[in-house]
């Protein structure tokens, strides 16, 4: 009799070792023991982003608001390159949401089919333009909530839309941003979520309208995924990833 609760515990205690161990291996690659970087190490950091690139621009192409929106949608799990081989052609045919809605979905889906997830993304560009035109009037409305109860829309892309069109110092944790924070120990995170609302706690009032930038071309060009440049890299003395290459 008293031995089956003892099973029991046993049973649950492997399953959370279990759980543990798997959370541990999903976890991204950080600095050694969650470092906290100075304030003045991060003013730094940003001073030098800004001195190398005073007036960062995201690469997504785009004609307005709108089509800003319906890019950033379509660069879900796809490459902004990628995006913009498949948008001129059909920005050219509907920049606005009324044009769009025209189109119609079968002839979006055919613009975009180089695009991973064509279909859906065909359907929520079109299910959007229809909530814009049906609720605000065919206007991007300059709102986080709103934003993200367009189809499609995350908080990611409400970020992007909020920062580049409206120039809010929002910061969208894309998975560059994402790897950055935790390799260099800037802002770790087990979530975007995570690492965006540390960015937002750290990065200093003066550059944050433009961090998500420069910290989104650190990570494509500099500290790249697999074989981080660290020679290269601006802020390689700052930066606590015990693997990077220089010191
Ligand atoms: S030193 Fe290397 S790992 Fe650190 S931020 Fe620079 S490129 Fe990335």
Same mark, same amino acid.
């Not at 109860?149 to 995350?154: D, K, Q, S």
């Not at 580049?164 to 110092?169: K, L, S, V």
């Not at 060009?221 to 440049?229: E, F, G, M, S």
């Given at each position: 009799m008293a031995k089956k609760p003892a099973r029991k515990a046993s049973a649950k205690t492997s399953k959370r070792t279990k759980r543990k161990r798997a959370k541990v291996k999903s976890a991204p690659k950080r600095a050694a023991a969650d470092p906290q970087w100075m304030p003045a190490q991060i003013e730094e950091a940003f001073r030098r982003f800004k001195a190398a690139n005073p007036e960062p621009k995201g690469e997504l192409q785009h004609i307005n608001p709108f089509t800003l929106l319906v890019a950033v949608v379509l660069s879900a799990q796809a490459t902004d390159a990628g995006v913009n081989k498949a948008t001129p052609a059909l920005f050219a045919l509907a920049d606005t949401p009324e044009k769009m809605v025209a189109l119609g979905e079968d002839r979006v889906r055919e613009l975009i089919?180089?695009?991973?997830l064509f279909r859906t993304k065909a359907k929520n560009v079109i299910g959007l333009s229809r909530k814009l035109i049906a609720e605000h009037g065919g206007q991007v409305p300059p709102s986080r909530e709103t934003l993200e109860?367009? #189809?499609?829309?995350?908080r990611k892309t409400a970020n992007v839309v909020l920062n580049?069109?409206?120039?809010? #110092?929002t910061i969208a944790v894309d998975t560059h941003i994402f790897r950055v924070g935790n390799r260099t120990g800037m802002a770790t995170g087990k979530t975007p979520f995570d690492v965006e609302t540390k960015l937002d706690q750290v990065v200093p009032a003066a550059y944050k309208r433009h961090a998500h930038h420069w910290l989104i071309l650190h990570g494509r060009?500099?500290?790249?995924?697999?074989? #981080?440049?660290c020679e290269k890299c601006i802020i390689s003395d700052l930066c606590q990833w015990p693997g990077k290459t220089v010191t």
């Open positions: 089919k180089t695009i991973g109860e367009l #189809p499609g829309v995350g580049i069109a409206f120039g809010e #110092p060009y500099t500290c790249v995924a697999r074989k #981080p440049l």
